[in-house]
């Protein structure tokens, strides 16, 4: 990569992603996990003697030192055209005693896909942590306003009121469910492979098995139990899949900050730096959500990424090269890219400015008419059959026996004085009362939230 900011091509390297998860990602990073799973593969040869003790311990302090470079790497590959050998050849070139035997019985995709199961321990780490977060903000977000009353919302119309509090519960449990589901893939994801050309480890000879446990061991990973050159992309595209999941719960959330955030709305603004902030070039009375479109545009891109995985299932035989060149931009940006969104939805919602009065304002604009069910079923409870409640109370909702509202109109209703007080009535269509069950349900959400945070 050039260290010349106004030669970056790629949008991730200056604008998007955190620096340390793109570091994961660097090229010298993954030269020195691809070292690293030579040398155990060397040390592990050794234990099982098959190659020579003082070649392995050789092999395995270049592999850890300084001097098999990226340059030299480069200068290789650029001469032989195959990434791997060139890694094979540079390292050689630094063991000494154990040059003969560096690489010994494997083929590319040991290394490299084994060194991808390295990379893959660190991000599911770092993603299961940005998980834990959100869902840990969206979590206190509902204690917090257990019995906030809002409008709620179906097919963009007033429905009946929630409360804030509920919708915030509703959001940190599907965020907990994506960690429960990466906990479960993560074991079928991270795994690696020293089983030779076609899979089988007769490179190896009898001690394949021995072999190719001694190195997982090594590096904490688990083995393909039946790859073919490389370990099955069926993994990698469950995972990528994963990641499109992750992304249409982000961009939900976001859509949500992005409506209510709506002028006409108003109820929750995302984080605004009044000091310095600009909001718009010309309308400068904007306080746009530009974090939660911003999320809104990358989650569709991570989706995106998830097709050419499903389409590297697909390879010729026992392997080829089709998976390799799109996997390289895929996997880190996925990664990355997740990461980034996961990162500014925890400060989104921990710096979530929260309008109770507006919330109140909205249910009151309805007139009362979000509480026609509740009078409805008590209605019915009241013996009058369900159908009919509906009806009347429809046509009443409408307006058709006065102006007014809602409350006012039920009070001076004969049909309703039958069966209601005034007192009744007004406990009936009060929102506040009405979301007491909300509240309720936050509690028992919240209680089974924080135990599975705290596992």
Not at 127 to 147: C, F, M, S, V, W
Not at 267 to 288: C, H, I, L, W, Y
Not at 312 to 338: C, F, G, K, Q, Y
Not at 422 to 447: I, N
């Amino acid at each position: 990569m050039t260290e010349n900011p106004g030669e970056l091509f790629c949008p991730l390297e200056f604008r998007y992603g955190r620096p340390e998860v793109r570091a994961l990602f660097s090229r010298e990073l993954r030269l020195r996990r691809a070292l690293r799973v030579e040398a155990a593969l060397a040390e592990a040869e050794a234990e099982l003697g098959i190659i020579p003790p003082h070649a392995a311990q050789a092999i395995a302090a270049a592999a850890a030192g300084p001097d098999v470079t990226l340059a030299e790497v480069d200068r290789l590959e650029a001469e032989i055209r195959h990434d791997v050998m060139a890694i094979v050849r540079a390292l050689g070139a630094q063991s000494g005693v154990g040059a003969p035997w560096v690489h010994y019985g494997a083929t590319s995709a040991d290394i490299t896909d084994t060194a991808l199961a390295l990379e893959f321990q660190d991000a599911v780490r770092i993603l299961r942590g940005d998980l834990t977060e959100l869902a840990q903000t969206l979590t206190d977000l509902a204690h917090k306003y257990r019995g906030t009353p809002e409008v709620g919302r179906t097919h963009g119309q007033y429905a009946v009121p929630i409360s804030f509090g509920y919708k915030m519960a509703v959001s940190a449990a599907e965020v907990l469910r994506h960690r429960k589901r990466l906990d479960e893939l993560a074991p079928r994801l991270c795994v690696g492979k020293m089983a030779g050309a076609v899979g089988t480890g007769a490179g190896f000879g009898p001690k394949s098995f021995e072999i190719e446990s001694a190195v997982m061991r090594r590096l904490g990973l688990r083995a393909d139990e039946a790859p073919t050159q490389i370990v099955g992309r069926d993994r990698i595209a469950e995972f990528t899949g994963w990641l499109a999941l992750v992304a249409s719960t982000a961009e939900r959330l976001a859509t949500e900050v992005r409506n209510l955030q709506r002028s006409e709305i108003a109820e929750v603004q995302e984080p605004f730096d009044e000091r310095r902030q600009v909001g718009s070039s010309t309308m400068a009375q904007k306080r746009n959500p530009v974090v939660s479109e911003n999320v809104t545009s990358l989650a569709r891109l991570i989706r995106a990424f998830a097709l050419p995985p499903l389409e590297n299932m697909a390879l010729w035989h026992e392997r080829d090269l089709a998976n390799t060149a799109n996997e390289r931009i895929v996997l880190p940006h996925s990664i990355v890219l997740t990461d980034d969104i996961l990162r500014k939805l925890i400060d989104v919602h921990t710096g979530l400015k929260v309008d109770a009065e507006r919330m109140a304002s909205n249910l009151s604009q309805s007139g009362g008419s979000v509480m026609v069910e509740n009078l409805m079923l008590a209605l019915t409870a009241k013996g009058v059959p369900r159908s009919e409640a509906h009806e009347f109370l429809r046509t009443m909702s409408r307006g058709e026996t006065g102006g007014g509202s809602l409350a006012a109109r039920a009070k001076s209703d004969p049909t309703l004085q039958k069966y209601f007080t005034g007192a009744e009535l007004d406990q009936l269509l009060d929102p506040a009362a009405y979301v007491q069950a909300a509240a309720a349900k936050t509690d028992r959400v919240v209680e089974a939230l924080r135990r599975e945070l705290a596992a």
